[in-house]
């Protein structure tokens, strides 16, 4: 079972450079969500997609855009990246519309990103 | 605004202690609450969760109670097991909204 699948793994960048971390879930879940991880901090909401078709602002959403480009994938852009983006970014998705925070968030494994 | 609050780690306990994780919300209404683990290399997971007052989540031997007097649902765990080393985080849900609000997470480490 696949579940949440991001790609890539491990990327590194130039300060300025630009990339798209992929999302994709074969759960059929409605709503997705991009986090960011780091030390001291928790995780962060940056964008959410509660359902396909629709998009929203987190708490951290300076510098990055979002597609939810079909049921199954939510992408995350960075147009031109800066060092503060070094972070370990999470997809997650979660079942419902109805009661959306009692339903559990599935996790992917993570994409840990650099900017040099 | 809504908030979640966890006490700092690392925790460092020995084999078969006692383990209590401590979390404080704030919320305007009445949220639900998770424990999430996060073990080395992996995404997060779900452990348990409450969604109304004096409930109790419990999974693999873990137990929370949702305690809305004190805005309370500290993690606790009688007997710790090598295998239990992670990162613990405390959530919590507003019905109202598709966010789910993390604290900073805690580090438990089990020594033999």
């Known amino acids: 079972n696949a579940g949440v699948t991001q790609t890539p793994k491990f990327q590194v960048l130039k300060t300025g450079q630009s990339m798209t971390l992929q999302c994709a879930q074969d759960?059929?879940?409605?709503?997705m969500y991009w986090y960011r991880q780091d030390p001291g901090m928790g995780l962060r909401l940056i964008y959410y997609?509660?359902?396909?078709?629709?998009?929203d602002k987190g708490e951290v959403p300076n510098g990055y855009n979002v597609s939810r480009l079909n049921k199954r994938e939510f992408s995350l852009r960075l147009e031109s990246a800066a060092p503060s983006q070094t972070s370990v970014y999470f997809c997650?998705?979660?079942?419902?519309?109805?009661?959306?925070?009692?339903?559990?968030?599935?996790f992917g494994e993570g994409s840990r990103l650099t900017v040099l | 605004g809504d908030s979640v609050t966890q006490m700092e780690g690392p925790v460092t306990l020995s084999e078969e202690a006692f383990l209590t994780i401590n979390c404080t919300y704030t919320?305007?209404?009445?949220?639900?609450l998770f424990w999430y683990v996060q073990y080395p290399g992996e995404g997060l997971q779900l452990l348990l969760k409450?969604?109304?007052?004096?409930d109790k989540g419990s999974n693999k031997g873990f137990e929370a109670t949702y305690r809305k007097e004190t805005t309370s649902f500290h993690l606790e765990k009688g007997s710790v097991q090598v295998s239990d080393s992670a990162v613990y985080f405390c959530?919590?849900?507003?019905?109202?909204?598709?966010?789910?609000?993390f604290g900073s997470g805690t580090r438990l480490l089990v020594r033999p």
């Open positions: 997650a998705s979660r079942p419902g519309t109805v009661s959306p925070n009692t339903g559990e968030l599935f």
């Open positions: 997609s509660a359902s396909e078709g629709t998009t």
């Open positions: 409450a969604t109304k007052a004096d």
């Open positions: 959530a919590l849900g507003m019905d109202s909204s598709y966010k789910l609000i």
């Open positions: 919320a305007t209404g009445y949220p639900s």
């Open positions: 759960m059929n879940h409605n709503s």
